[in-house]
């Protein structure tokens, strides 16, 4: 028997946001503006209402609400309520498709309520797809000169689909069960095998949601892509799926977590996304990057909840590596410039002609940061992996490897930061806001995976601690 009350909230929701598309395109475009935020705060306040004290499991345990839950909503009314904002200051007075979007952001909100309301496998995995259908549509946007980059996004996403349906399905295999909770106190969740299931889910997430770095070509095919597009997925993608994560943590590891867990996780996405909002909205390079710094905060915050008992050392290694990461797409951005790869060396002779001693500086700065991954594959024993699987000789191959690697990340660092502090006016076109930002949450998401294959590999064997950063969210202590 189906329990509709439990669905009350989102059912009102989703009738106010249908009623505020009519309302909306009734009205001028500046008194959208003034219009929309008190219908959203409208909602929200109606939202929290109904959602009190109205908990329970229904659909034979497909979805079930609990306080938890009830705070996860919330978070998603947020996110939608992001994208509504931004598409109604952005829109043009006489846009065709505005309506076509808001409702097209409606059926996606319905996915995120399903999404975070799903206790089974199934349910999960339907809600990935019902939030899916609306962001191929919105890619293409109604016009047929995005019908290319809307076909490579569709494609990417039933590739993604697969791994996630594949590694749901390998897990119940594991498992012989299909609700979290089930699945938490199982004996089979300790299994080596599990890693593979839990790699093939993460990549899938990665790929669908996580802003994976192939969803850049959809950016870099289409230069003028529509706002929505920028906003579904450099600043609403990126928390959506730090909040997966943080479900997945929650249903199979840390159901008897207090508040403060989901209170600190709330202001983590909230970051996250004013950040990269406010990054979006910035026409400077520098604002851009003080906004970005803002929503780098809501990731460490998100990734010390997840780390458990090794929160400060994923800290301590967010940083860096996120830097790494961030210098080696520099390098591969520059090099795919139209106008050539010579700017690389422009930017290097340029700032070592204006400022000598800062250029020394940042040399040596960066000559430590990349040998980081000397220091963590001997400490981690990466070495030691590359010694049974690949090489007979692994110190030889790691001291190539590392330093191209190395040279690469100085030559490309260092102009990099040149053509961030140091630009001329010319150059300022060279590196828009938008890119910066989807470059950065990119980043962002692409060193969390790597942590969190660090901790799934459990080769921090010398350090016991970093083994904690992930592996008490994916295995049983």
Do not use: C
């Amino acid at each position: 028997m189906v329990d509709y009350k439990l669905f009350l909230p989102e059912a009102l929701l989703t009738l106010g946001f249908l009623l505020t598309v009519i309302l909306v395109l009734m009205f001028p475009g500046r008194r959208r503006i003034s219009f929309l935020p008190v219908a959203a705060l409208a909602g929200v306040a109606v939202h929290l209402g109904f959602s009190y004290d109205n908990y329970g499991s229904t659909l034979n345990g497909l979805l079930t609400i609990d306080p938890p839950t009830v705070i996860l909503r919330s978070v998603g009314v947020f996110l939608g309520i992001s994208l509504i904002l931004v598409l109604v200051i952005t829109a043009r007075r006489r846009e065709e498709d505005f309506g076509y979007r808001l409702i097209l952001l409606t059926l996606l909100m319905v996915g995120v309520f399903v999404l975070f309301t799903s206790s089974h496998l199934v349910s999960l995995f339907l809600a990935l797809e019902l939030i899916a259908g609306p962001g191929y549509l919105l890619a293409r946007g109604g016009q047929k000169s995005l019908g290319e980059a809307s076909t490579r996004f569709l494609l990417l996403g039933i590739f993604s689909s697969l791994l996630i349906a594949f590694g749901f399905s390998f897990l119940f295999g594991l498992t012989n069960q299909a609700t979290f909770n089930e699945i938490a106190i199982s004996e089979g969740l300790g299994r080596p095998a599990l890693l593979a299931a839990a790699f093939l889910v993460m990549l899938g997430l990665f790929i669908k949601i996580g802003a994976f770095p192939l969803q850049g070509a959809l950016l870099e095919l289409v230069p003028r892509a529509s706002s929505v597009v920028f906003i579904l997925l450099i600043a609403v993608n990126p928390p959506l799926f730090v909040l997966i994560l943080l479900k997945l943590a929650q249903e199979l590891f840390f159901a008897a977590t207090d508040y403060s867990f989901w209170l600190v996780g709330f202001f983590s996405v909230l970051s996250m996304v004013g950040g990269n909002v406010l990054s979006l909205q910035s026409r400077r390079v520098r604002m851009s990057l003080t906004a970005l710094a803002l929503a780098h905060g809501g990731v460490i915050m998100a990734g010390y909840l997840l780390a458990v008992e090794g929160s400060f050392l994923f800290v301590l290694l967010y940083v860096p590596l996120m830097m790494l990461t961030l210098i080696s797409i520099g390098l591969i951005l520059s090099a795919l410039e139209k106008e050539g790869t010579a700017e690389l060396l422009t930017d290097l002779s340029g700032l070592v002609r204006r400022n000598a001693p800062l250029s020394v500086a940042l040399a040596l700065l960066l000559f430590f940061l990349g040998l980081m991954p000397l220091f963590l594959s001997y400490y981690t024993g990466l070495a030691w992996i590359f010694y049974t699987t690949t090489f007979r000789d692994p110190p030889l191959f790691l001291a190539i490897i590392m330093g191209l690697s190395l040279l690469a990340l100085l030559v490309s660092s260092v102009s990099l930061i040149a053509r961030i502090l140091f630009f001329r006016p010319k150059s300022t076109e060279k590196i828009p806001a938008p890119r910066l930002a989807y470059l950065h949450s990119m980043v962002s998401v692409i060193v969390i995976g790597g942590i969190l294959v660090l901790g799934m590999l459990d080769v921090t064997r010398s350090l016991p601690y970093f083994s904690y950063v992930v592996k008490t969210f994916l295995l049983a202590p």
